[in-house]
């Protein structure tokens, strides 16, 4: 059959052929790409000539084609624009990538080629990205149990399919608990406090969802953002508690995570561990967990301590504002309140600055426009192009010597097929072997409005494009000569830094000014508004922190479980004690996410990384230091992050590019500074 994944895109940039691609494509796709890939390992392992850098390091860097371009597009749809059919092809194919990454990682002859390059590197004259690139194919060898003997690479390769299979049914499950968990209202009086916009967006959902009534969906986070704007505290109630129950009561999700991390520690035994958590850091930049464990600890107890003083002030606005309430703040009475003092202390109506957060115009006049004052770069909007759903939007990206670097797709709304959250894929990455530059996408969950009318963002939403266009501009700036490093292809622990970093530009004045201005009118946005907005931003940073921190330490909980533990763990009980004995437990904030719709860690990469965010934001506090030192003109200083880190991807060890580019080892006190958590 005709399949439009067999050849290359002839498209700009090799943009994926959407217009021409069918749900019945994929499958034959995949089987065809998996085949091509095993034929082309047999045919490197099976060489009979000598192991060469070329005939092999090369040789499977140009491999598996069709299955990079049918598995780009196709994982992206998966959590993007599923369907049914697509859930039942992620189902079937999950298990069968797996086994064929065994296939490879745990080829006995193919290893042995890599193994004899490695251990002759010295004398094999090989550029400083090919004595890296064959380093990481030996260390990923390594860690995939090359090593180890045929019965263990068995056992191995058995788990490695049964988890595959358990974090794609865990993926499924959370789309369809937060789907099932919408709060459908009977009466517009249950949604006062929100805007008459929200109000009909409410009602848009229901319609969309064949309910009557208004429709309130879910994030996949706790704390739901509407919960600051509910007046009625029983619907807050009921949100908050459809928020907090997914995965649980019943629920497969549950019994999953245990299941998934006890055969994740078994694995790390096998490879020589003592838990998953100390075999993930070990290829982070964190090297090791006690490395990690101090970290969290310089920050658990300020952060605790700020969430108290927040809780006592809170507590006592309830009280006077609500004599009817129980005198206790529960976790659906925070964000509400926290809203109401944020108001009443900086006289701030968090509404008051959606009219000046038009999404148009943050994308053009914000987002575009820091890049290009940065970085010299320009966007142009490709109509002519086709995305895969009618709301994704495609730019070309020009360098600031007029030559395409690449394309940027937005896709912006919620929809009920999208997994909730936000996040930056690929679809082609860069490389001087293939000759391709990047095209990359950035999903975000902003609720659609009504017909006609504007997208007002909230200052979150802001900060979310911000940061999710970082990470497109290191899938863009990527300069390195294999794929295997191209873009964001970097240790889980440091690829979160270029999107922080990129989040500093959403309150530059120079880019503020230029994009927060009245849908209406036009009028920039108020500086009182403006000061009022920064004094605001830095109230509950105590809260955040502990949100954060709470499910870090989930993590690192389910991930510090040994091989001897039973898989049949009771998740709520195992949650209760985690969060108790990192000091944590406080029922007032939630965890930013729990054990039953921990997508990051139970169906995506972050299993035992979920800390990366707070280390990353460690370099990337330090690194907006920097820029705002005054030391060089910001054009120059982008220049220097640029080609000193974005372009880099992980053709570098990250830690030690980052020395080169600053001058020295990052250091924690501009996180402090910035969290407040230094008193």
């Known amino acids: 059959m005709s399949n439009p994944f067999f050849e290359p895109s002839t ?48 040789a499977l860097e140009r491999s598996g084609a069709v299955l990079t371009r049918v598995a780009n597009v196709f994982f992206n749809i ?36 890599i193994r004899a390059l490695y251990e002759q590197r010295e004398n094999l004259e090989l550029s400083a990205e090919q004595a890296r690139l064959l380093e990481r194919y030996y260390t990923r060898f390594v860690r995939a149990g090359a090593a180890l003997s045929e019965s263990e690479r068995d056992q191995l390769r058995a788990w490695n399919m049964e988890i595959a299979s358990a974090t794609t049914e865990f993926k499924h499950n959370i789309m369809a608990a937060t789907k099932a968990a919408t709060l459908v209202l009977d009466t517009e009086a249950e949604l006062a406090g929100l805007t008459p916009a929200a109000v009909a967006a409410a009602a848009e959902n229901a319609r969309a969802l064949g309910q009557d009534g208004w429709a309130l969906s879910l994030q996949n986070v706790s704390n739901q953002p509407v919960l600051a704007e509910l007046a009625d505290r029983e619907v807050r109630r009921r949100m908050m508690m459809a928020s907090l129950g997914r995965g649980f009561g019943g629920s497969p999700n549950a019994e999953l ?126 109509t002519d192009l086709v995305g895969y759903h009618p709301e994704v939007r495609i730019f070309e990206v020009f360098d600031a010597d007029g030559s395409g670097l690449g394309l940027f797709l937005g896709d912006f709304f919620a929809r009920p097929s999208k997994r909730g959250g ?39 939403n802001v900060r979310t494009l911000f940061h999710e266009f970082g990470h497109a501009l290191h899938g863009l700036f990527s300069d390195v000569e294999y794929p295997f ?6 240790p889980r622990d440091f690829v979160e830094f270029p999107s922080q970093v990129n989040e500093m530009w959403a309150d530059r004045p120079e880019i503020l000014e230029n994009y927060a201005k009245h849908v209406e009118t036009g009028a920039p946005i108020p500086a009182e508004l403006l000061d009022k907005r920064a004094a605001a931003a ?15 330490l989930l993590d690192w909980a389910w991930h510090r479980i040994t091989a001897d533990q039973s898989a049949d763990i009771d998740a709520e009980l195992f949650e209760e004690s985690a969060l108790r004995k990192a000091g944590l437990a406080l029922s007032a904030i939630p965890p930013r996410y729990r054990t039953g719709y921990f997508a990051h860690i139970f169906a995506g990469g972050y299993g035992a990384g979920y800390y990366s965010y707070i280390w990353s934001e460690v370099l990337d506090a330090d690194t907006v ?50 969290r407040g958590l230094t008193g």
């Open 485 to 490: 490093f191209s873009g964001t292809s970097v």
């Open 538 to 552: 830095r109230f509950g940073e105590g809260f955040r922190t502990v949100e954060y921190l709470g499910a870090t």
């Open 11 to 58: 498209l700009p940039y090799q943009l994926p052929p959407f217009a021409d691609i069918r749900e019945e494509h994929y499958l034959p796709a995949f089987e065809a790409g998996m085949a091509e890939k095993l034929a082309e390992i047999d045919a490197i392992a099976g060489n009979t000539e000598g192991p060469t850098f070329a005939n092999t390091v090369v």
């Open 422 to 460: 936000a996040w930056m894929n690929e679809l082609v990455g860069q490389s001087g072997l293939e000759g391709t530059r990047a095209v990359v996408v950035n999903n975000l969950n902003i609720v659609k409005p009504p017909a006609g009318e504007p997208a007002l963002l909230t200052w979150d």
């Open 78 to 113: 998966s959590s993007s624009d599923s369907t049914p059919g697509v859930d039942a092809i992620e189902g079937e194919m999950s298990p069968k990538l797996a086994a064929l990454n065994d296939a490879m990682l745990l080829n006995q002859q193919l290893f042995a080629r």
């Open 257 to 382: 995570a245990g299941r998934i991390a006890s055969l994740r520690a078994k694995r790390a035994a096998l490879l020589g561990y003592t838990d998953h958590a100390a075999y993930t850091v070990a290829d982070q930049t964190a090297k090791t967990t006690d490395a990690v464990e101090d970290m969290l600890t310089q920050l658990i107890a300020p952060a605790v301590a700020n969430a108290e003083r927040e809780a006592a002030e809170l507590t006592a606005a309830m009280r006077a504002g609500d004599p009817a309430a129980d005198t206790e703040l529960r976790s659906w009475d925070w964000q509400y309140w926290s809203e109401k003092v944020r108001a009443e202390r900086f006289a701030l109506d968090a509404d008051a600055l959606r009219p000046y957060l038009e999404l148009e115009r943050v994308l053009r006049d914000g987002v575009f426009h820091a890049a290009e004052l940065v970085y010299g770069i320009t966007f142009r909007e490709r």
């Open 625 to 674: 230091e920097w820029f705002e030192d005054g030391a060089a003109p910001i054009r120059e200083k982008g220049e220097q992050f640029r080609r000193g880190l974005l372009a880099k991807g992980g053709s570098v060890d990250p830690l030690v590019a980052y020395e080169s580019f600053r001058g020295r080892a990052p250091e924690i006190q501009p996180l402090l500074n910035r």
